[in-house]
């Protein structure tokens, strides 16, 4: 074995972190320590693997989702439950654990949010190292939430908050009724705290309902499968296959599923004649998680939880999103035979070997025999030859179920149906798609002239977790540069007659010019200037003569628009807009002048009316930008109008922006942003506009939120 290995396994041993230090610290007495150092230097000059210390941690306690390189010589082949390890990585959906001082002042103050929308602290539900988890109440709504509080600091201190952050930003990109779904993140940098707040489970977690159930059978039983049946285990894979499913359409690799990241939201018993318990599960913690550009994407980091990881992750040649489903085969072993299938030598040289044979116990010999095929289908060294999720949605066990399972047909399907997202209607209803051109196909259409001279002459920009520099290079030789002193790395140049018409700051992260700055020209262009931890949005702009006058969506991602030619007279198409909003977007409806109303989403959930707010005359929308999650119709929608208007529905888990929309005839071409303590800028409060002809002279300031930029919060 290296001795790079050994030396990473003494230091484990010792107390530097990692899996055996939180078990030798709540197990073993400062004597069995000295036997425990005394047998790692036996073992050393004998070069062998350490056999596994106690074969339950009956105390929480998550894997070290490390760098899998750190093995060293653990051996797992006892054949019983994996022991429970804990994560030293705080992330936004696995346990914490020890209490903070900063915690009582927390419980003192009782509530948190933001006004008209707080939630309030009750029970404590964990404790960890950086923080602690509560069950909260959403006072508006009285719905319960489980809230984690992080102390920033500490994570600051040990160069973990980035993984935090990414881990937040997978999250908010995903929603899906078997996944722990982010709620709303409040980032409170003056008191060193970032809460969570996510879906409640209190059911535990599935380690701990499966050992309980080993635990009943004794070792001298047969375990006969979760729940008593296959039928149980059957329940709870397809609702983890809807969830891999969905993760992987949506280009999210989880590489940490095992059974204490699969939290039980309910259960109840199924009806006569399966009589079993079934579980309503959801899968938690994405702090491991990969978020690919393309679906398909190789990954080449080796890390998850060893006993759960596939052979490939620790190969040279990278791996692919079918990691997952080996993890899912572990799990549906271990959920019917109450043991691991494998004696896995947690050696790195050594794994693949210890993984090619199943282990043929008591309890799998009583399987059934297409509930065999499946796991073996899984467990298959190729991943080129492992069952994926359309392998396993066509595999007979989950369409039928086992032969001997009465009652299996009513176990078939979860509530939810498929794996990919629903596919909502673009338009409700009663009501028919508009008679106008799509932006689509307008896209394409590259010859029209625009008309003004625009003042900025390029845009330059420089990004890093957020926007840390913008210039506006004007015509007239003139700079607006604002932000950090390092050079700037994005150019985008503009056409002689291309103006900018609106601009929006994104302001999630408070250490930068925002997560994001987004232009919108005249040319129908959307220059985008984006941090690491900015949110998914999709926009549109109506070619100049024309305006928008209906949607279109595919799924929750707004993909398109319908455009109708402005009349003569000045007069707009779309008479008032009216929605649903609660923790998203629920419902838009935008009423036409003939009297066509065009609904999108639903008008079900927790969501109230808001609206209907009218539109002059001669107002039109101009442009319509989406704050995307996979969730109704995502967690902001955003009308821009020609007079300068914004009309905004908003959920209640959307992040601060700030918008401008230069009134018709003016152009965008200066910006001016505040300043806290004398350092970086923060927050656009102010935008110079000047005539359509370029003429900077006659340059006007507008403050944003004034009558000029009315802002219509729906709220």
């Known amino acids: 074995m290296p001795a790079s290995a050994w030396s990473a396994l003494e230091q ?3 107390g530097h972190g990692g899996e055996l230090s939180v078990f030798i610290r709540r197990r073993l007495s400062s004597t069995l320590v000295g036997i425990l150092l005394f047998i790692l230097g036996y073992l050393r000059g004998r070069r062998i693997s350490l056999p596994r210390l106690l074969r339950l941690e009956r105390q929480r306690s998550p894997s070290t989702p490390t760098s899998l390189g750190e093995w060293g010589g653990l051996d797992c082949s006892r054949g019983d439950l994996p022991t429970k390890q804990v994560d030293t990585t705080p992330t936004a959906g696995s346990d914490i654990r020890r209490t903070s001082k900063s915690s009582a002042k927390l419980e003192e103050e009782g509530t948190f949010g933001v006004e008209g929308d707080m939630f309030e602290l009750e029970r404590q539900l964990g404790k960890g190292s950086q923080g602690n988890v509560y069950v909260c109440t959403r006072l508006r709504l009285r719905k319960k939430y489980a809230a984690k509080v992080i102390y920033t600091n500490e994570l600051q201190r040990t160069d973990r908050l980035e993984f935090l952050r990414r881990e937040i930003s997978i999250m908010r990109e995903l929603h899906h009724p078997r996944i722990v779904n982010l709620i709303e993140t409040f980032w409170l940098q003056e008191d060193g705290r970032c809460i969570v707040v996510m879906d409640l489970a209190e059911g535990g977690d599935l380690w701990e309902k499966l050992d309980s159930e080993v635990l009943k059978v004794g070792s001298s039983g047969i375990f006969p499968g979760l729940g008593g049946r296959e039928s149980a285990s059957r ?7 809807e969830a891999i499913g969905y993760m992987h359409w949506n280009g999210v690799v989880h590489r940490d599923l095992k059974l204490e990241n699969i939290l039980i939201e309910r259960s109840h018993t199924a009806p006569s004649p399966i009589n079993c318990e079934l579980l309503e ?4 913690d994405f702090g491991l998680s990969h978020k690919g550009k393309e679906p398909g994407g190789r990954m080449l980091d080796p890390v998850g939880s060893p006993q759960y990881v596939a052979p490939e992750v620790l190969e040279e040649g990278g791996y692919d999103a079918r990691v997952d489903f080996w993890s899912f085969g572990v799990i549906l072993y271990l ?17 693949k070997d210890s993984v090619k044979h199943i282990k043929r116990c008591s309890s799998w010999k009583k399987m059934s025999d297409s509930a065999k095929d499946m796991v073996q289908g899984l467990l298959t060294i190729d991943p080129e030859s492992r069952l994926d999720r359309d392998g396993c949605q066509r595999h007979p066990w989950l369409m039928c179920g086992a032969q001997g399972s009465p009652g299996h047909a009513l176990l078939r399907l979860s509530s939810f149906g498929s794996a990919g997202p629903k596919k909502s209607a673009s338009i409700g209803a009663g009501t028919k798609s508009p008679p106008y051109t799509s932006s689509e196909f307008i896209r394409q259409q590259s010859t029209q002239r625009h008309e003004g001279q625009g003042a900025v002459a390029c845009i330059k920009g420089l990004t890093g977790e957020g926007v840390n520099r913008i210039e506006l290079h004007l015509a007239n030789g003139t700079e607006n540069i604002i932000g950090t002193e390092a050079k700037s790395t994005h150019e985008w140049p503009l056409q002689p007659n291309e103006i900018i018409i609106a601009v929006m700051q994104g302001r999630r992260s408070r250490a930068h010019l925002g997560d994001t700055l987004s232009f919108y020209t005249s040319a129908r262009r959307c220059i985008v200037l984006k941090g690491s931890h900015s949110q998914t949005r999709h926009r549109f702009i109506a070619p100049q003569g024309w305006e928008i006058v209906g949607l279109q969506f595919d799924g929750s991602r707004l993909s398109g628009t319908h455009v109708g030619k402005r009349h003569k ?3 707009g198409m779309v008479r008032s807009i009216s929605g649903r909003t609660g923790s998203a977007v629920d419902q838009v409806v935008m009423h036409l002048e003939d009297g066509t109303e065009l ?7 927790d969501a109230i009316s808001v609206g209907p707010y009218a539109l002059e005359q001669n107002e039109h929308i101009v442009i319509v930008e989406q704050t995307f999650r996979d969730w109704v119709l995502g967690v902001a929608l955003v009308f821009f109008l020609n007079s300068g208007r914004i009309i905004r529905f908003s959920g209640m888990t959307a992040v601060p922006a700030r918008r401008f929309m230069a009134p018709e005839g003016r152009q965008i071409c200066g910006l001016d942003f505040s300043t806290v303590r004398g350092k970086a800028c923060r927050q656009l409060i102010k935008v110079q506009t000047c005539p359509k002809d370029g003429n900077v002279a006659q340059r006007t300031t507008h ?6 930029c009315n802002e219509i919060v729906l709220p």
């Open 599 to 605: 609904a999108y989403g639903g008008d079900g959930g």
């Open 335 to 351: 959920m019917l035979c109450g043991q691991m299938p494998f004696s896995v030598v947690m050696d790195i040289g050594l794994h």
């Open 12 to 14: 484990l041993a010792l």
């Open 703 to 708: 403050e944003i939120g004034k009558p000029l």
């Open 281 to 284: 599960i959801k899968i938690a």
């Open 235 to 241: 329940h709870v894979a397809w609702q983890m296959l």
């Open 569 to 571: 007279s000045g007069a």
